[in-house]
C-alpha cells in the first residue's frame, strides 16, 4: 500500500517485516525516513522507536508512526517513544506524501548542518594547529632574526654616542651607513612577519586563475639582485620555458628569497647556477654553485634529487624561507634542502604547471655583472 502511494522515482524504499529484522538492516538500508508501525508481533513500534533513537547514528533520522490507534493517549505514546510524526490508518495519499516529503526536509537541513558543523570543526583543529605552528615560530625563529638587527642598531649608536668627540665625518657616517641597513633589514623582516601572520592563519586557498611565466621573472630579479653585491656575482642561467599555476607575488617572493640566501652564502667569485626544469608536470626550481645537479637523460625525481633528511628541524630556518614553505604548501609542491652542509644550504621548491607542456630549449648563458 505504501510503494502505490508514494512514487517510486522520488523514493527508494526498503521493507522490514518485523521490528528486529529493522533495527539489523538499518546499516544496510542507511534510510533518510522510517514509517514504523505500531501494531507489530514481539516487538511493538513503540519499542522499536524508543532503540532506534536510543542509537547515536540513527537519532536524526526522523521516524513517522503509522498506526489504526487514533485516541490522544496513544499519539502522545508516539511522540513519547521519539516519533517525529505520526500518521493514522487508513492512510491518505496526499498526506502520506505531504508528511514524508516534510520528513525529507528536516533530514536534509540536518545533514546540512552536520556538515557544516563538521567544517567548523576542520578548520578549528587547522587553525589551531596554524597557532602551535605560529608560536612556536616566535618563541624560536624570530627572535634571534630581530635581535640581529636590532643589537646592530644599538651597538652602532651607542659606538657613536661613546666616540662622536673623536670621529671624522667619514667615520660617522659608515657607521650611520650600518645602522640605516640593520634598520632596513628590520623593516624587511617586520615585513616578512606580517606576510607569514597572513599565509599562517589564513586559509590556503589556490588562485588557480592566475598563471605566470617564471623565465623572465626569474631572469629579472636575479639581475637585479646580483648587482647590489660588489663585486657582482657571475651568474649562469638554466631555464626551461613554463606556464606555471602560481601568482606571480608569490613566484616573486619565492625567486627573491631563495637568490637572497644563495648571494649571501655563496662566495660572489664562484658561479652561481640558477635552474628553472620541467620535470613530471612540475616546474623544479633551485639554485647552486653546481650546473649538472640534473642529469638530463632522466626525469624520475627520485632518481635525480639526492637530498638528507638529516636537516628536518624547520625552527633552524629564517623567517623567509618559512614563507617560502607556506607558499609551496598552498600549491602543494615540494620544499626540499639538499644534503650540503649547514652554511651552504640548497632549497628545492617544485610548482604546479598550468598546463601539460614539453620542455623547451635551454637558456644557458652566462652574464658577467
Same mark, same amino acid.
Given at each position: 500500500?505504501?510503494?502505490?502511494?508514494?512514487?517510486?522515482?522520488?523514493?527508494?524504499?526498503?521493507?522490514?517485516?518485523?521490528?528486529?529484522?529493522?533495527?539489523?538492516?538499518?546499516?544496510?538500508?542507511?534510510?533518510?525516513?522510517?514509517?514504523?508501525?505500531?501494531?507489530?508481533?514481539?516487538?511493538?513500534?513503540?519499542?522499536?522507536?524508543?532503540?532506534?533513537?536510543?542509537?547515536?547514528?540513527?537519532? +536524526?533520522?526522523?521516524?513517522?508512526?503509522?498506526?489504526?490507534? +487514533?485516541?490522544?493517549?496513544?499519539? +502522545?505514546?508516539?511522540?513519547?517513544?521519539?516519533?517525529?510524526?505520526?500518521?493514522?490508518?487508513?492512510?491518505?495519499?496526499?498526506?502520506?506524501?505531504?508528511?514524508? !516529503?516534510?520528513?525529507?526536509?528536516?533530514?536534509?537541513?540536518?545533514?546540512?548542518?552536520?556538515?557544516?558543523?563538521?567544517?567548523?570543526? !576542520?578548520?578549528?583543529?587547522?587553525?589551531?594547529? +596554524?597557532?602551535?605552528?605560529?608560536?612556536?615560530?616566535?618563541?624560536?625563529?624570530?627572535?634571534?632574526?630581530?635581535?640581529?638587527?636590532?643589537?646592530?642598531?644599538?651597538?652602532?649608536?651607542?659606538?657613536?654616542?661613546?666616540?662622536?668627540?673623536?670621529?671624522?665625518?667619514?667615520?660617522?657616517?659608515?657607521?650611520?651607513?650600518?645602522?640605516?641597513?640593520?634598520?632596513?633589514?628590520?623593516?624587511?623582516?617586520?615585513?616578512?612577519?606580517?606576510?607569514?601572520?597572513?599565509?599562517?592563519?589564513?586559509?590556503?586557498?589556490?588562485?588557480?586563475?592566475?598563471?605566470?611565466?617564471?623565465?623572465?621573472?626569474?631572469?629579472?630579479?636575479?639581475?637585479?639582485?646580483?648587482?647590489?653585491?660588489?663585486?657582482?656575482?657571475?651568474?649562469?642561467?638554466?631555464?626551461?620555458?613554463?606556464?606555471?599555476?602560481?601568482?606571480?607575488?608569490?613566484?616573486?617572493?619565492?625567486?627573491?628569497?631563495?637568490?637572497?640566501?644563495?648571494?649571501?652564502?655563496?662566495?660572489?667569485?664562484?658561479?652561481?647556477?640558477?635552474?628553472?626544469?620541467?620535470?613530471?608536470?612540475?616546474?623544479?626550481?633551485?639554485?647552486?654553485?653546481?650546473?649538472?645537479?640534473?642529469?638530463?637523460?632522466?626525469?624520475?625525481?627520485?632518481?635525480?634529487?639526492?637530498?638528507?633528511?638529516?636537516?628536518?628541524?624547520?625552527?633552524?630556518?629564517?623567517?623567509?624561507?618559512?614563507?617560502?614553505?607556506?607558499?609551496?604548501?598552498?600549491?602543494?609542491?615540494?620544499?626540499?634542502?639538499?644534503?650540503?652542509?649547514?652554511?651552504?644550504?640548497?632549497?628545492?621548491?617544485?610548482?604546479?604547471?598550468?598546463?601539460?607542456?614539453?620542455?623547451?630549449?635551454?637558456?644557458?648563458?652566462?652574464?658577467?655583472?
Amino acid at each position: 500500500m505504501i510503494e502505490a502511494l508514494l512514487p517510486t522515482e522520488d523514493y527508494g524504499l526498503d521493507y522490514a517485516s518485523s521490528g528486529q529484522e529493522a533495527i539489523a538492516a538499518l546499516e544496510t538500508f542507511d534510510p533518510d525516513v522510517i514509517l514504523l508501525d505500531v501494531m507489530m508481533p514481539e516487538m511493538d513500534g513503540f519499542e522499536v522507536c524508543q532503540r532506534i533513537k536510543a542509537m547515536p547514528q540513527w537519532q +536524526s533520522v526522523p521516524i513517522i508512526m503509522v498506526t489504526a490507534l +487514533s485516541t490522544k493517549e496513544d499519539l +502522545s505514546r508516539c511522540l513519547a517513544a521519539g516519533a517525529d510524526d505520526f500518521i493514522c490508518k487508513p492512510v491518505n495519499s496526499l498526506e502520506l506524501r505531504a508528511r514524508v !516529503n516534510s520528513m525529507v526536509r528536516i533530514k536534509k537541513q540536518h545533514d546540512r548542518i552536520q556538515a557544516l558543523s563538521k567544517l567548523q570543526r !576542520n578548520n578549528i583543529h587547522t587553525l589551531e594547529n +596554524s597557532l602551535s605552528e605560529f608560536r612556536l615560530d616566535l618563541a624560536v625563529g624570530f627572535p634571534n632574526e630581530l635581535n640581529t638587527a636590532l643589537n646592530s642598531i644599538l651597538d652602532n649608536i651607542g659606538l657613536m654616542q661613546k666616540n662622536l668627540g673623536q670621529m671624522s665625518v667619514l667615520d660617522a657616517n659608515d657607521v650611520l651607513t650600518l645602522v640605516n641597513q640593520s634598520a632596513l633589514k628590520l623593516d624587511r623582516l617586520n615585513q616578512k612577519f606580517l606576510f607569514y601572520l597572513q599565509l599562517t592563519l589564513a586559509p590556503k586557498e589556490r588562485k588557480k586563475h592566475q598563471i605566470c611565466a617564471p623565465k623572465m621573472l626569474i631572469n629579472q630579479i636575479a639581475i637585479v639582485q646580483a648587482s647590489q653585491f660588489k663585486p657582482s656575482p657571475k651568474l649562469i642561467f638554466d631555464l626551461e620555458d613554463a606556464d606555471i599555476a602560481v601568482t606571480p607575488s608569490h613566484l616573486q617572493y619565492i625567486v627573491n628569497e631563495l637568490l637572497d640566501n644563495a648571494l649571501t652564502a655563496f662566495h660572489t667569485e664562484i658561479p652561481i647556477c640558477i635552474h628553472g626544469k620541467v620535470i613530471d608536470n612540475s616546474f623544479h626550481f633551485w639554485i647552486d654553485k653546481e650546473t649538472s645537479l640534473i642529469d638530463k637523460n632522466n626525469s624520475k625525481l627520485s632518481q635525480i634529487i639526492q637530498f638528507n633528511s638529516g636537516f628536518d628541524n624547520e625552527t633552524e630556518l629564517g623567517m623567509g624561507l618559512k614563507i617560502v614553505k607556506k607558499i609551496i604548501e598552498i600549491y602543494d609542491g615540494l620544499f626540499l634542502i639538499a644534503n650540503t652542509n649547514r652554511d651552504n644550504l640548497t632549497i628545492y621548491v617544485t610548482l604546479p604547471l598550468a598546463q601539460s607542456v614539453a620542455p623547451q630549449e635551454n637558456l644557458a648563458t652566462t652574464i658577467n655583472n
